[in-house]
C-alpha cells in the first residue's frame, strides 16, 4: 500500500492538465475517514470533521478547475447500520457544516443539491439542506451534489415506482420506455452523467453509488484516504482521465499500439 501512496503522490506532483478537457461532471466516494481516524489516534468522528474540512477545499478546487458538476457520497442508505453514536454525530457534523458554509457556498457562486431519501434526515437538517438548495439555487457556479441517505439500488428503486405511476395515470406508454425515461425518473433528472468517478482509500467498488449513471464513467482509485485528498490528487485524477480513450462500446481509432 506505500508503494502505491508514493506512486500516486509522484503522479500528482507531474500533473499537467489540458484545460479543454476537463470533465463536466466528476463524482467521489469519499472513504477512509475512519481509518485515518484511527491511525492517527483519534475518534472516527474526529475522522469525519478532518473529512469535511478536505471536502470545503475540494468545492472550491473543482470549482476553480472548471468542473460543472461534482457530486459526492456523503452518506449511504447503508450507513445507517453504523453505530448510533456515529450517525447521529454524523448528522450534527452535516447540519453544522451547511449553516457554517452558506455563505462561503454564496460566494463561491455554488449551487447545493441534495440527491437521496432526505425525508427520513432529521427535521433539523432537513432543513439547513433546504434553506441552501433554497439560498443558492439561483447561483450559475459549480453544481456540488450531496448524496445523502442515498443509494444506487433505492433509486432506481424509486424510479420504477415513479415509472409505474406514469403509466397507471396514462403518461407513459411501456411499450416505448425508453433509457431517457429512466434517467429522468431519477433524484437528479437533468444532470450528465458523471465523466470521472474517484474513490479515495484504495477499496475497488461502486458501494452503491449513482449506479445507473455510472454505467461508462471512467474510474479512478487512489490508496490515500479522504483526509488526506489534496488539489494534486484531483489534478492527478483528471489528467489520467485525459489520457484515456472513451469509447461508450465503440470502436474508436487511437494512434499508438492497438489494446
Known amino acids: 500500500m506505500s508503494s502505491l501512496i508514493e506512486e500516486t503522490k509522484r503522479s500528482a506532483a507531474t500533473t499537467i492538465l489540458d484545460t479543454d478537457r476537463v470533465p463536466t461532471h466528476v463524482a467521489i466516494i469519499m472513504d477512509g475517514n475512519g481509518r485515518w481516524a484511527r491511525r492517527h489516534n483519534m475518534s472516527r468522528l474526529e475522522g469525519h470533521t478532518v473529512g469535511y474540512a478536505t471536502l470545503r477545499r475540494v468545492v472550491q478546487d473543482a470549482q476553480q478547475l472548471g468542473i460543472k458538476y461534482l457530486t459526492v457520497y456523503g452518506f449511504s442508505s447503508e ?51 433546504t434553506s441552501a438548495m433554497e439560498r ?75 449506479l445507473w449513471e455510472t454505467a461508462y464513467s471512467e474510474i479512478w482509485v487512489t490508496p490515500t484516504a479522504w483526509p488526506d485528498f489534496s488539489r494534486a490528487e484531483l489534478e492527478a485524477a483528471i489528467a489520467d482521465y485525459q489520457r484515456r480513450t472513451r469509447r461508450f462500446g465503440r470502436v474508436v481509432e487511437v494512434d499508438g499500439p492497438s489494446e
Open 79 to 129: 450507513n445507517w447500520r453504523r453505530p448510533k453514536e456515529e450517525r447521529d454525530g454524523l448528522m450534527l457534523i452535516m447540519e453544522r457544516a451547511m449553516r457554517a458554509e452558506i455563505d462561503f457556498l454564496m460566494k463561491e457562486n455554488v449551487r447545493v443539491r441534495i440527491s437521496g431519501r432526505i425525508s427520513d434526515l432529521p427535521k433539523s437538517l432537513q432543513r439547513e439542506f
Open 136 to 210: 443558492t439555487g439561483k447561483n450559475s457556479g459549480l453544481n456540488f451534489i450531496l448524496a445523502i441517505n442515498y443509494g444506487g439500488r433505492a433509486e432506481i428503486l424509486d424510479a420504477v415506482k415513479l415509472l409505474m405511476k406514469k403509466v397507471r395515470d396514462g403518461d407513459l406508454d411501456p411499450e416505448n420506455l425508453s433509457e431517457a425515461d429512466v434517467s429522468a425518473c431519477l433524484y437528479e433528472p437533468g444532470i450528465p452523467d458523471p465523466d470521472l468517478l474517484i474513490r479515495t482509500a484504495g477499496e475497488m467498488r461502486l458501494s452503491n453509488f449513482l
